[in-house]
């Protein structure tokens, strides 16, 4: 990350967990990764439910709404840049838009709400902020109210993501209703986390770590549990280390006391957590015992702090690249096309036209970087679906897209924009008997009509897979957008012209213009090099 000066404006990040809503404050500085300026956090347990967290109770989403404006007036003190991100309570819920919705219109914070592996790619970033990891793998575990997150990476770059719908909420309500141990429980419990975490286990195995890192309210708990018990008087948990002897210890003071009001006042134990403490630590000495971790340091940092550095990565170090996909997006977009698409050559040069167009037509559209960005991942992937089969594979790249879990950077909304753009861009229309594209605002179904009418263009002008049209230029007009095609010395732009000519329906409809398309004919010069020369119209 490029160094950022101080006094650069602050950033504030907001996560809008399954328990709590959380705040963190702070800016970059020369002299380390982000400089704390303050931290807030309000628990509201938005999310409830044993398997599938489908419900919102109003109480709580008026408490989170409540929680959520004050955090952005602390933020305005600050002038800080605001971002506010939403986990699994809200992923998970049957309609996640009704709450963003509500949150905008009380407070005027937009809310993004963030897939499971880019949740813990940020938890990644963010725990490796206060945790030095060296140059072997290590293991990030980050134990949520409705999920938990793992990650095996090297230095910063990822190479397991992992995002489990099990939490302490999740598996209290599942198994110990109310935070009350009843008889047979615990063995249930036990069972359950071990069956689940068996296949990553093996995963996480074959990586290996060096280093294991947890971050997260249970694993903080869990620690100042343990260490009250070993009589350590420790003012803080931060970078401590936790021992699997600690968390046994823990697990087996926290099980000795069946009901909630048993264990308050419990040595390290915030009260606040003293119905899901017993699942969560339960859920910690499987995961101690499963990923064979004898010592894990607590990061005090997380997804909050991950969300800040990330943002100002965004910021200041992309400086100059706002017109491309960041390096990880792109590494990510890529890595899917080739491990399901034969021909991603053709698919980047459509997706360059495609961009290109969208440059040149940006008048009419008034769409930014951020539009311009889910076209170029959806224009590099359009294709993904063919791995499944050839018929009707616009619908299985948008099936692809919507549940690789190898897609980074992306949130929630990007995400089904890119697939939705990428599901559009042949045969129908978007049609508001799609159930997935009727679920959109309008604006965002205006975008992926815009996107998808230029992605179909696009490829269209590279229909013979031979990179004809090697340059766009546009004529607008109140009527109509005339796009001349530069094309290869000495080649044919008819099937070209034809197959855009094909495909141009959405983008007229889109832009409210006639959409044309004329030739301008490239000759060899004496040195053999192209130059445009004469107007043919077709």
């Known amino acids: 990350m490029a ?15 399954t328990n709590s809503v959380h705040l ?43 929680a959520i404006d004050r955090f952005a007036q602390i933020a305005a003190a600050y002038d800080a840049e605001l971002v506010a991100v939403a986990t699994s309570a809200v992923r998970e819920s049957d309609d996640p838009r009704a709450f963003l919705d509500e949150v905008r219109r009380a407070t005027g914070v937009r809310i993004e709400v963030i897939a499971g592996v880019e949740e813990a790619r940020l938890i990644q970033l963010g725990a490796l902020s206060a945790v030095a990891a060296g140059t072997g793998n290590h293991l990030v575990i980050d134990i949520g109210g409705g999920s938990t997150e793992v990650v095996v990476g090297r230095e910063t770059e990822p190479l397991l993501l992992r995002s489990l719908k099990m939490g302490h909420i999740r598996l209290t309500d599942g198994f110990m209703p109310g935070g009350v141990i009843e008889p047979g429980s615990v063995k249930r419990l036990k069972s359950f986390v071990k069956s689940f975490l068996s296949p990553v286990a093996i995963e996480v195995g074959e990586l290996g770590h060096d280093l294991a890192i947890g971050c997260s309210g249970t694993i903080e708990t869990v620690a100042a549990i343990a260490a009250r018990l070993d009589g350590r008087a420790v003012r803080t948990v931060d970078n401590l280390a936790l021992t699997r002897a600690d968390v046994d210890a823990a697990v087996d003071a926290l099980v000795a006391c069946p009901r909630p009001e048993d264990r308050i006042g419990l ?64 590494r990510s977009v890529l890595a899917v096309a080739h491990r399901y698409d034969e021909d991603v050559a053709h698919a980047e040069h459509a997706t360059d036209l ?19 960005q889910v076209l170029e991942a959806a224009g590099v992937l359009h294709n993904v679906g063919r791995f499944i089969a050839h018929a009707a594979h616009h619908k299985h790249s948008y099936y692809l897209i919507r549940n690789s879990e190898q897609l980074l950077g992306f949130t929630e909304q990007e995400l089904e924009l890119i697939a939705l753009v990428a599901r559009y861009h042949r045969k129908s229309v978007p049609r508001g008997r799609h159930a997935e594209f009727s679920a959109l605002s309008e604006p965002d179904q205006q975008r992926v009509q815009v996107l998808a009418g230029l992605l179909r263009v696009g490829i269209g002008l590279d ?43 959405l983008l007229a409809l889109a832009l409210g213009r006639d959409i044309r398309f004329r030739v301008v004919c490239a000759v060899q010069d004496r040195g053999g090099r192209g130059t445009s020369a004469g107007v043919e119209s077709v």
């Open 3 to 17: 160094e950022t000066p101080v006094g650069e404006r602050p950033l504030a990040a907001i996560d809008v967990g």
């Open 267 to 330: 040595p390290g134990l915030d009260d606040a957590r003293a119905d899901v403490i017993v699942a969560g630590s339960l859920l910690l000495q499987q995961l101690f015992r499963s990923f064979r971790i004898e010592e894990m340091i607590v990061s005090p940092h997380a997804l909050r702090e991950g969300v800040v550095l990330d943002r100002i990565n965004r910021r200041d170090g992309a400086k100059g690249a706002l017109h491309h996909l960041s390096d990880l997006r792109r």
């Open 354 to 372: 495609a961009l290109a167009l969208f440059d040149l037509t940006a008048s009419i559209h008034e769409l930014g970087d951020a539009e311009r």
């Open 463 to 505: 229909r013979s897979y031979q990179r004809v049209v090697q340059q766009l230029e546009v004529d607008i007009t109140d009527e109509h957008v005339e796009i001349a095609l530069h094309v290869a010395p000495e080649a044919s732009a008819d099937l070209e012209v034809f197959a855009a000519e094909e495909r141009a329906g």
């Open 24 to 66: 963190v404050i702070a800016r970059a500085t020369p002299l380390g990764p982000i400089d704390v300026l303050a931290r807030e956090k309000e628990k509201v347990r938005l999310g409830s439910g044993e398997r599938d967290m489908k419900s919102l109770d109003p109480e709580a989403v008026e408490r989170a709404v409540g």
